[in-house]
Nanobody, 116 residues
Framework: QVKLVESGGGSVEAGGSLKLSCASP????????VGWYRRGTGTERDLVST????????KYKDSVKGRFTLSRDTAKRAVYLEMNNLNTEDTDVYYC?????????WGQGIQVTVSS
């Protein structure tokens, strides 16, 4: 069973920063596109940022460009989302996600709360 382990959420004031971490099994880290989504208000989770499967190219949600940075550490098999200049609209449950050939995997979700 594929397990994505998330950490780093919490509460911060507007303008502050948080860094989310996602640790994944070797096969997932090396072969899947790993990134972050958040629950959002619709029926599907919103993409925040992700590495594209099979490359180090990244995608970002328009509203986080310039504030959030996605990175990875090969030795730790971890993907990080550094979130700066947070605002109240960033408050949500964030999910690590891995898009692999066969299916997409999800972490358990981690709360990020930004207060004004």
């Amino acid at each position: 069973q594929v397990k994505l382990v998330e950490s780093g959420g919490g509460s911060v004031e507007a303008g502050g920063s948080l860094k989310l971490s996602c640790a994944s099994p070797p096969f997932v880290f090396e072969n899947c596109g790993v990134g972050w989504y958040r629950r959002g208000t619709g029926t599907e989770r919103d993409l925040v940022s992700t590495f594209e499967r099979g490359s180090t190219a990244t995608k970002y949600k328009d509203s986080v460009k310039g504030r959030f940075t996605l990175s990875r550490d090969t030795a730790k098999r971890a993907v990080y989302l550094e979130m700066n200049n947070l605002n109240t609209e960033d408050t949500d449950v964030y999910y690590c996600s891995a898009l692999c050939t066969i299916r997409r995997y999800w972490g358990q979700g981690i709360q990020v709360t930004v207060s004004s």
